[in-house]
């Protein structure tokens, strides 16, 4: 799973199946918050404010179907604001702008006892998720080393450590260090602590060995959405060359069914793990009986099916037509969902 792949932390959606409300691999809910008001667009409508380490979700309590993914790529700022609101009256207000594409103004608020909680979540949340860009994006000569070593992230172990691997990205090659850890790939030079690159498996579309004008080496390719670069270092011999790029695939194939983004927060949440897993299902659950109308499916399944219903004229089109069941119109039958 390239990052390229992944949109919920990239992308801000609205109205989404609940297929797409459903957390990924790697995606974990911090926390979530029942009665809270759309007020910019919603029409008074509450529903829940759901924090992951990827973004923030708000979907109506009377209608799942309407509900907003604005992951944190896409957050500017967060800012409070007093709103006037239709549950809650003039009240302090949580106002996110984002920017997807086109700018968004999202407004939010809640019982006035609940508000510093969802405050508070989303900014422990979305600072865990600015610092921790290491982990997901391709980075270039950037401040990775501290006194000629590795500065490691939160949770993040050396696997290995190789000496003298020429960087290939230019006709004389560089040599350098190549450390391998469980969340990503970095080459530091040798005479330059500030010339490296820092490659996250999650950026990583293949690692694979390749013939190059230096012979054998060992190539990585990143996501487009780093560029599309084509990286290749080469290791001697080549028995050390391909035990490196075994252990860089194995790690690689790994972070796409156990990923990690890089954000760990600590959110003082009233819910459990358990209970916060427990609570979203009961939504899906929910929204998976609000799903937009299947015209065949309300049509036959009110049990009676096998009996005539009364007729009515259609103007539509222009004919006598048995009459269609309450909320069901006649443009619902052509939209018929593919299997």
């Known amino acids: 799973m390239a990052i390229s792949l992944v949109w919920q932390h990239r992308q801000t959606r609205f109205d989404l199946s609940s297929r797409d409300l459903q957390t990924i691999n790697g995606e974990n809910i911090l926390d979530v918050i029942k009665l809270v008001e759309d007020v910019k667009a919603a029409n008074g409508q509450t529903g829940y404010f759901i924090v992951t380490n990827l973004r923030a979700i708000w979907h109506s309590q009377q209608t799942p179907s309407k509900n907003i993914s604005i992951g944190f790529q896409c957050f500017m700022t967060i800012e409070t604001s007093t709103k006037r609101s239709i549950h809650f009256g003039t009240s302090e207000s949580?106002?996110?702008?984002?920017?997807?594409?086109?700018?968004?103004?999202?407004?939010?608020?809640?019982?006035?006892?609940?508000?510093?909680?969802?405050?508070?979540?989303?900014?422990?949340?979305?600072?865990?998720?600015?610092?921790?860009?290491?982990?997901?994006?391709?980075?270039?000569?950037?401040?990775?080393?501290?006194?000629?070593?590795?500065?490691?992230?939160?949770?993040?172990?050396?696997?290995?450590?190789?000496?003298?691997?020429?960087?290939?990205?230019?006709?004389?090659?560089n040599l350098g260090l190549l450390y391998i850890t469980n969340i990503r790939a970095v080459w530091n030079a040798e005479t330059n602590k500030n010339f490296n690159i820092s490659i996250p498996y999650l950026d990583m579309e293949f690692v694979k060995i390749q013939q190059s004008k230096y012979g054998l080496a060992l190539s990585i390719a990143v996501s487009e959405l780093s560029g599309g670069y084509l990286l290749g270092f080469r290791v001697d011999p080549q028995e050390k060359l391909k035990q490196v790029a075994k252990v860089l695939h194995s790690l690689f194939q790994a972070s796409?069914?156990?990923?990690?983004?890089?954000?760990?927060?600590?959110?003082?949440?009233?819910?459990?793990?358990?209970?916060?897993?427990?609570?979203?299902?009961?939504?899906?659950?929910?929204?998976?009986?609000e799903e937009p109308l299947d015209a065949f499916a309300a049509y036959l399944?009110?049990?009676?099916?096998?009996?005539?219903?009364?007729?009515?004229?259609?103007?539509?089109?222009?004919?006598?037509?048995?009459?269609?069941?309450?909320?069901?119109?006649?443009?619902?039958l052509w939209n018929v969902p593919s299997c």
Request: proline share 3%; aromatic share 10%; with cysteine.
């Open 301 to 332: 399944s009110d049990g009676t099916k096998m009996q005539g219903r009364e007729l009515e004229f259609c103007d539509h089109l222009g004919l006598a037509m048995e009459k269609l069941p309450s909320g069901l119109t006649v443009q619902d």
């Open 94 to 173: 949580l106002v996110i702008y984002a920017k997807d594409k086109n700018r968004f103004q999202f407004i939010f608020t809640t019982n006035q006892t609940q508000f510093p909680r969802m405050l508070s979540s989303l900014n422990a949340v979305y600072r865990a998720f600015r610092s921790s860009s290491l982990c997901r994006e391709l980075k270039l000569r950037t401040n990775l080393m501290q006194n000629y070593e590795l500065m490691l992230l939160p949770k993040e172990e050396i696997c290995d450590k190789i000496n003298g691997v020429w960087n290939l990205s230019c006709d004389r090659g």
């Open 256 to 289: 796409k069914i156990n990923p990690n983004f890089g954000v760990h927060c600590k959110i003082d949440s009233k819910f459990s793990d358990t209970e916060l897993k427990h609570e979203i299902l009961e939504i899906i659950e929910y929204y998976q009986k």
